[in-house]
């Protein structure tokens, strides 16, 4: 199996990246997206160095159930929330093969 994690990286002035996904959390978006077949993971982060970018880590089973949350409704909703809070996007795209993933145990604290 080879998972699919996006990081979108949503930016605005005067706190609007954190209001938009404090709004995607209490409208129950992001309950829907977690609920989503094929979601492995959609959760906001706030960057230390950045207090007017929030990090969102988006993983997906595979690039066909990242294809049909594309699809969904909820991205209209996604899209006009992002419009609402004037918010710009740098993403970045990454696959785990779990090969390999044995090197970094030695440096886990578990």
């Keep these: 199996m080879m998972s699919l994690t996006v990081n979108l990286y949503y930016t605005g002035q005067n ?4 209001k938009f996904a404090e709004e ?3 409208s129950g978006i992001v309950a829907r997206i977690q609920s989503e077949p094929g979601n492995l993971k959609y959760d906001y982060f706030v960057p ?12 997906w089973e595979d690039q066909s159930a990242l294809d049909l949350h594309h699809a969904s409704e909820m991205m209209q ?18 696959r785990d093969d779990f090969k390999n ?5 030695r440096y886990l604290r578990r």
Excluded: C, F, Q, W
């Design 77 to 94: 909703e996604l899209a006009a929330l992002r419009e609402k809070y004037d918010l710009h996007l740098r993403v970045e795209r990454y």
């Design 15 to 18: 706190g609007a990246a954190r």
């Design 48 to 59: 230390l160095a950045d207090p007017e970018t929030v990090l969102l880590i988006d993983s």
């Design 24 to 26: 995607m959390v209490s």
């Design 101 to 105: 993933n044995d090197h970094d145990e």
